[in-house]
T-cell receptor, first 111, second 114 residues
């Protein structure tokens, strides 16, 4: 009974590189959410996706960030040209209609 | 706008003492309500949830929470705290207006004194 799987768990990138974070939802779930947790802060909603569709991206920064959830394969959160301020924990969740299940997160460190 | 407020950023209690963590939400209808715990460097673990029905909800690790509609609150309680309860606690609401998403409070960091 696999839960939400995120990889990698830890990711180190130099400034200007690209970061790709992967999230495999619970089998059968078609809703995926991404959240960002900055150090010493709570979780901030970034984006809500269904298969092949972005439903709500109101929390996504306007530049450098993108997300997809293709018909096959995991959801990907992509950060281009990373900066130090992107260092955070990124959590993915998948849901039924009422409850979301969270992954263990990817901790991104930009050096 | 919808929001979740956890007014206490830090709370310190002695081991064996009782605990109450506050959570208030601002939303037109009754949302789904959740409490999560996060240990340092770890992910989120669901403690308990409220969808409907009995307003007193029992969770894991001896925690419970009570939904009070009149106060728009969902406070988390534990009668006797253990040192292993030291962690960060997040209240969250699940909103179903338009699209379904979670809104989190800013968290309460619990410190337990031996």
């Amino acid at each position: 009974n696999a839960g939400v799987m995120q990889n990698p768990r830890h990711l180190v990138r130099r400034r200007g590189q690209e970061a790709r974070l992967r999230c495999s939802p619970v089998k059968g779930h078609s809703h995926v959410y991404w959240y960002r947790q900055l150090p010493e802060e709570g979780l901030k909603f970034m984006v809500y996706l269904q298969k092949e569709n972005i439903i709500d991206e109101s929390g996504m920064p306007k530049e450098r960030f993108s997300a997809e959830f293709p018909k096959e394969g995991p959801s990907i959160l992509r950060i281009q040209q990373v900066v130090r301020g992107d260092s955070a924990a990124y959590f993915c969740a998948s849901s039924t209609d009422r409850e979301a299940f969270f992954g263990q997160g990817t901790r991104l460190t930009v050096v | 706008a919808q929001s979740v407020t956890q007014p206490d950023i830090h709370i310190t209690v002695s081991e064996g003492a009782s605990l109450e963590l506050r959570c208030n939400y601002s939303y037109g209808a009754t949302p789904y309500l959740f409490w999560y715990v996060q240990s340092p460097g770890q992910g989120l673990q669901l403690l308990l949830k409220y969808f409907s029905g009995d307003t007193l909800v029992q969770g894991i690790k001896g925690f419970e929470a009570e939904f009070k509609r009149s106060q728009s609150s969902f406070n988390l309680r534990k009668p006797s705290v253990h040192w292993s309860d030291a962690a960060e606690y997040f209240c969250a609401v699940g909103l179903t207006s338009g699209t379904y998403k979670y809104i989190f409070g800013t968290g309460t960091r619990l410190k337990v004194l031996a």
